[in-house]
């Protein structure tokens, strides 16, 4: 199931500068669009969500961008904190019961 | 803040044997879930259970899996032959709504890692 595909494993930012985490996905179907940030040996934490109708959704450091039309979002940290180092799934929701994660790509954040 | 907890944090069982993993979801949430995540994969969909009926399932929930409210409080997964290929982290979730038009996000719990021996 390749729905949602987070191409990069891996990212490395210095602290202070921007994060972009980048999310593909293949079906128009989806209504939702969530981040989630891990931390070893814990849950996913909700981070921040976007509806398929908006292209653009801010929450403090934390912006998310929808373009429909690449089937691409976005998340961008800025500015960048050692704390954010975790792994960042990429979620989807039909708008059913059903979420679909990616791969994740983890962000290592350099003091 | 209220949180969703699942026990046991690890769980050891021989290959062929039956296993319950439990989870407390938050106390207003309506909406259940179980997830798990193969060491070094994605996570992965599994089930999702709402007014003590299953709402949608994933190809990998199959007849060897089942989940269940036995009470107002917990919300358990159980797989009745356990094979190697079950080892994994599994993760509890909760919400508050679900379905068209909602978006209530989903909180997890810390995940039970299972070891199939």
């Known amino acids: 199931d390749q729905q949602v595909k987070q191409n990069s494993p891996s990212l490395s930012v210095q602290e202070g500068r921007i994060s972009i985490l980048n999310c593909d996905y293949t079906?128009?179907?989806?209504?939702?669009f969530l981040w989630y940030k891990k931390y070893p040996a814990e849950g996913p934490t909700f981070l921040i969500s976007i509806s398929s109708i908006k292209d653009k959704n801010e929450d403090g450091r934390f912006t998310v961008f929808l373009n429909k039309s690449a089937k691409h979002l976005s998340l961008h940290i800025v500015p960048s904190q050692p704390g954010d180092s975790a792994v960042y799934f990429c979620a989807a929701d039909t708008g059913g019961f059903k979420t679909i994660f990616g791969a994740g790509t983890r962000l290592f954040v350099k003091a | 803040e209220p949180e969703v907890t699942q026990t046991p944090s690890h769980q050891v069982t021989q290959m062929g044997q039956e296993v319950i993993l439990r989870c407390v979801p938050i106390s207003n949430h309506l909406y259940f879930y179980w997830y798990r995540q193969i060491l070094g994969q994605k996570v992965e969909f599994l089930v999702s259970f709402y007014n003590n009926e299953i709402s949608e399932k994933s190809e990998i929930f199959d007849d060897q899996f089942s989940v269940e409210r036995p009470d107002g409080s917990n919300f358990t997964l159980k797989i009745r032959s356990t094979k190697l290929e079950d080892s994994a982290m599994y993760f509890c979730a909760s919400s508050e709504a679900s379905g068209p038009g909602s978006n209530q996000p989903q909180h997890f719990g810390d995940g039970t890692r299972l070891s199939i021996l």
């Open positions: 079906n128009s179907m989806f209504d939702y």
